[in-house]
């Protein structure tokens, strides 16, 4: 589990195999076994390397997640370590588990922050957005600042701290980033959605001092 909060910025390269990421230097030592989620893809540390580690990445991942393009080129990707049940939560849990591509579709320059504004590849993911809404793009923790009514396209104001100290500002006009929506908007879904009915034994009407006794309350 992860914050979506990155705490630093390295490199990931294809290798028999398997990938090498190197920048982790800022949140080591590393240990065998550990997560780290690599622009919001959790992966497993199984060798340690100078400043990274090797991870094995399975060919489903390499496919519907930016690793494999970003892996042949040796491109930038954001860090972040597992959460700590000590740690701060200062963004949103992410799961490292990546729904779906998105694309950016607008990139503008403001006064005082960015606006980028994306839309899922996968339409269908689309209704777990909705504004002020955290999601988390390339593993960074970001809040929603406006979507269309589908969820489809949507809008994020990207403060500069934000912009300098991620893979955010090397992005341009058609890029793909890896998208996981918020957890809690699935489990809200699963709730609503597929719950059996509750049932009573009592209508509430019928409720009395005298039921509530019998039932076990005092």
């Known amino acids: 589990m992860f914050t979506g909060l990155v705490q630093s910025v390295g490199t990931i390269q294809r290798r ?29 540390v199984a ?28 491109g930038a990707v954001n860090l972040e370590p597992a959460l700590r049940l000590s740690d701060r939560l200062g963004g ?3 799961s490292g588990h990546v729904d779906a591509p998105g694309e950016v579709i607008r990139l503008e320059a403001l006064p005082q922050s960015w606006l980028l504004e994306m839309r899922w590849l996968e339409p269908r993911f ?4 909705c504004e ?16 269309c009514p ?9 403060i ?21 929506v918020d957890q809690l908007a699935r489990y809200a879904e699963r709730l609503l959605i597929d719950s059996p009915k509750q049932t009573y034994s009592k209508p509430v009407s019928d409720l009395s001092v005298d039921w509530l006794a019998s039932n076990g309350w005092s």
């Open 92 to 94: 949103h849990l992410v």
């Open 16 to 44: 028999s195999g398997a990938v090498v990421v190197s920048g982790c230097s800022p949140f080591a030592p590393l240990v065998l076994g550990d997560s780290v989620a690599v622009d919001g893809v959790c992966l497993t």
């Open 160 to 180: 500069p701290h934000t912009w300098q100290e991620t893979t955010l500002r090397g992005l341009a006009v058609g890029d793909r980033v890896n998208l996981e």
């Open 132 to 147: 002020k809404a955290s999601i988390a793009v390339d593993g960074i923790s970001l809040t929603v600042a406006d979507c």
């Open 47 to 74: 060798e340690l390397v100078a400043d990274g580690f090797r991870a094995d990445v399975s060919e489903e991942t390499l496919r519907r997640t930016t690793l494999g393009r970003k892996s042949e080129q040796g």
């Open 150 to 158: 589908e969820g489809v396209t949507f809008s994020l104001a990207v």
């Open 126 to 129: 689309g209704r777990y957005v």
